[in-house]
């Protein structure tokens, strides 16, 4: 039997040997949580929002996206459509999910923003993190409201409440309470809308500015103050370094926080010599100790997301193998094609374009 590296080796060669078959009609984008032997045979590497950007600016035909299926149902939303070079994206695991994401669907959404509406007897605007699927976007967009990343929550956040407009934040209530916290909200005016949908805080509701899904990510929920506190001792003078996603109490202990793009260019700037722990998956901070070898840098604690390990390079091979055969025979399937409804695709992308008017950050 071959050694799992020699099994590597000769999947990456396939698949190497198909990408060059097909030219730039493919593209293989890959979340930074991929493992290194799918980010070897990637064409670039980035946060779901970058990955969706730079997917839709290439010439590709099949987007083959190495991420869960929200990340791919970005691809789509932004994807070229229609009849001019439209582009198709593929999922290498349909049931690659994202539990957070799970938190909070399209009747949910609808029904918190109708009675928080009627609540507070004025409009509320929905700001939806990245880390959601497409109906839950569409609704944001139908609302007027945007979409967020971990780097620019506080800018969107901050933009909607400076002019008095209550903002209904999901699904992450850790990034919804960093937000709150970063941007200096009393905590009378921020609410938590639990799963019975009943509104928690201190403060009179029909005075509050920030309400927050409840919703959480079970990888960056894993960091606790006694990791913090072990890594401390274990090595004296060291940083620490964690995801917005991760409880308050953590973010506040830390050196500093930080977007996965955002740890991954101050770990790169860090000065020679520096000594890191990360809080973030494992896969990530395992790369950036691999790459940016004049500094120590540890996880903080090995914490893995299971969704993003279902991708792997039997699965990307087998995309590439159907786009191979669906191009010599129309009707074979492609592994797995990933469509977004026109209607939730335009809504969806609305509420992304309010994110990229108010941030000017276009990937
Ligand atoms: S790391 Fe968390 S938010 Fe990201 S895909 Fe995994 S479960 Fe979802």
């Given at each position: 039997m071959n050694s799992p590296d020699t099994q590597n080796m000769e999947l990456i060669h396939k698949i190497q040997n198909i990408k060059q078959q097909l030219g730039t009609s493919v593209v293989i984008p890959a979340h930074h949580y991929m493992p290194p032997e799918v980010v070897a045979i990637s064409d670039f590497i980035g946060d779901s929002y970058k990955l969706a950007v730079l997917a839709s600016k290439t010439?590709?035909?099949y987007i083959i996206l190495c991420g869960v299926r929200f990340m791919a149902e970005s691809a789509a939303i932004l994807a070229r459509a229609g009849t001019e070079h439209p582009q198709t994206v593929l999922t290498?695991?349909?049931?690659?999910?994202c539990p957070m994401a799970d938190m909070i669907d399209a009747i949910q959404f609808k029904l918190l923003i109708t009675m928080l509406q009627k609540k507070l007897q004025k409009a509320i605007i929905p700001v939806t993190y990245m880390n959601s699927y497409a109906d839950v976007k569409a609704l944001t967009g139908e609302y007027n409201g945007s979409i967020c990343t971990s780097s620019n929550a506080e800018a969107i956040v901050r933009h909607f409440i400076e002019q008095d407009k209550p903002v209904f934040f999901t699904p992450d209530r850790n990034l919804g309470l960093n937000t709150a916290h970063k941007l200096g909200i009393p905590d009378r005016k921020v609410f938590i809308i639990d799963k019975t949908g009943t509104i928690q805080g201190e403060g009179n509701p029909t005075e509050g500015l920030l309400f927050i899904w409840d919703g959480f990510c079970h990888v960056h929920k894993n960091f606790t103050l006694h990791d913090i506190k072990r890594v401390r001792e274990q090595y004296p003078g060291i940083q620490i370094i964690v995801h917005p996603e991760c409880d308050p109490e953590v973010v506040q202990a830390a050196d500093a926080s930080g977007s996965t793009e955002g740890m991954y260019a101050k770990l790169k700037n860090a000065p020679g010599g520096s000594v890191w722990a990360v809080g973030t998956e494992i896969n990530f901070v395992k790369r950036a100790a691999t790459e940016f070898t004049d500094k120590t840098i540890i996880p903080l604690k090995e914490s893995l997301c299971f969704n993003m390990a279902r991708i792997n390079l039997e699965k990307v091979l087998a995309s590439l193998e159907s786009i191979l055969n669906h191009k010599a025979v129309p009707d074979n399937p492609l592994k797995f094609k990933l469509s977004v409804d026109a209607s939730v695709k335009s809504l969806a992308e609305k509420a992304l374009r309010t994110m990229i008017d108010l941030t000017g950050k276009s990937q």
């Open positions: 010439d590709a035909e290498p695991d349909p049931v690659s999910g």
